[in-house]
């Protein structure tokens, strides 16, 4: 069984200043990670993924995640953030037969201050 | 390259009523999954197709139901709607299974 924790429900932080979004996942099996973007009214925007290649994923907009097998972790981070950043982002993991569904966090919500 | 296209963007039914949403994936895509999306139950799965078959289903009541025709793109159908199916539906397109979902604009649906 597959499953997914965003232990954050709502991150603040100050423009400039560097970005913590935490996941927890739980998988039977190697699993793919993703992390997306939902800006208000908009449709999901793939941050980036996890394959199991290297551990440290290089995504868009200066973002980052590092897959840790043995936390069962995969945090977003940006060294600095931007006011364009704020939106809601959602984890997601998936296994790896095709048969596996798509599980998604509860989502982060990010908020930048001035 | 064209994204991944839902029709119609809103759409506002009345209870007991059913509705089609359609989704168009990208170019090349075999796989169409679609979500639910509310403010109280966040993202939810509702099933996936691949070449015209079903392959995953999420928990979702009999009344939700999909199919994938020849040329990739998919329809979703709700019967008897209930206030509660009120929500954003998304689709996502995809190459397989691990590989990235392409997300629509999504479909917003008002039942009153």
């Known amino acids: 069984a597959q499953s997914v924790t965003q232990l954050d429900s709502h991150v603040s932080v100050s423009e400039g200043t560097p970005v913590l979004l935490r996941c927890n996942y739980s998988s039977s099996y190697s699993p793919s990670l993703f992390w997306y973007v939902q800006h208000p009214n908009k449709g999901l925007q793939l941050l980036l993924k996890y394959t199991s290649a290297a551990t440290l994923v290089k995504g868009i907009n200066g973002f980052e995640a590092e897959f840790k097998k043995s936390e069962t972790s995969f945090h977003l981070t940006k060294p600095s953030a931007h006011m364009s950043d704020a939106a809601e982002y959602f984890c997601v993991v998936r296994g790896y037969s095709s048969a596996s569904k798509i599980i998604f966090g509860s989502g982060t919500r990010l908020s930048i201050r001035p | 390259k064209a994204g991944v296209t839902q029709t119609p963007r809103y759409l506002i039914k009345t209870r007991g009523q059913q509705v089609t949403l359609s989704c168009s994936p990208i170019?090349?895509?075999?796989?169409v999954s679609w979500y639910q999306q509310t403010p109280g139950q966040g993202l939810q799965f509702l099933f996936e197709?691949?070449?015209?078959?079903?392959?995953n289903k999420g928990n979702f009541p009999g009344r939700f139901s999909g199919r994938q025709f020849s040329n990739s793109r998919s329809e979703m159908n709700v019967s008897t709607l209930e206030l509660g199916d009120s929500a954003l539906y998304l689709c996502?397109?995809?190459?397989?299974?691990?590989?990235?979902?392409?997300f629509g604009q999504g479909t917003r649906l008002t039942v009153v």
């Open positions: 197709y691949f070449s015209e078959t079903q392959r």
């Open positions: 170019s090349g895509h075999r796989s």
């Open positions: 996502a397109s995809s190459q397989d299974s691990n590989t990235e979902a392409f």
